[in-house]
């Protein structure tokens, strides 16, 4: 059984330059490469109609882990997430990304509603993790959607700051 969580982010530029760095091969570059003290890298990058695909793969520290789940692994998780941008219609996007743990039985995904309001957009987080281990599983889910949130309000805030110093690109 799979835990559910909501989480917003608040990024303090317009939908329109969100979008456009969600959009844009660079601003993922910069991501992966700041997300985690251990860089990660853009496996793959494709435009779409009005949007991207995005692969991922990341590097998830231990140290940025819930305690439960680093007492069961013994080094930084490695992490294929891949991100389906929508197009952007009346400030509004829709976003959805699924990931995969490697070596571990550990996955999660979720919907993410991109709003624009004025000079600000939320991220609205729709998220499932699912923790594979019997009787162990349901117990360490939420620790793990809670550093889940924890690592989408700090891709909130490298957002803003890419935006802010690529202001042509967004």
Do not use: C
Request: no cysteine.
């Amino acid at each position: 059984m799979a835990t559910r969580s909501e989480n917003t982010v608040t990024i303090n530029q317009p939908a329109e330059k969100v979008h456009a760095a969600l959009t844009n091969a660079d601003y993922w570059a910069y991501n992966v490469a700041n997300l985690s003290p251990e860089a990660g890298e853009v496996a793959e990058f494709s435009a779409t109609d009005g949007g991207a695909v995005v692969t991922l793969f990341e590097v998830l520290p231990l140290e940025i882990l819930p305690e439960a789940v680093r007492a069961m692994i013994s080094q930084a998780l490695k992490v294929k997430r891949v991100v389906t941008v929508g197009p952007l219609t009346d400030g509004n996007a829709h976003i959805t990304y699924n990931a995969d743990v490697k070596g571990t039985p550990v996955d999660f995904s979720g919907d993410i509603t991109l709003t624009g309001e004025g000079e600000t957009t939320t991220l609205a987080y729709a998220n499932e993790v699912s923790v594979n281990i019997p009787f162990m599983g349901p117990a360490i889910e939420p620790k793990v959607a809670d550093a889940l949130g924890e690592l989408f309000n700090q891709e909130g805030e490298l957002t803003d700051t890419w935006i802010s110093e690529n202001p042509a690109n967004a």
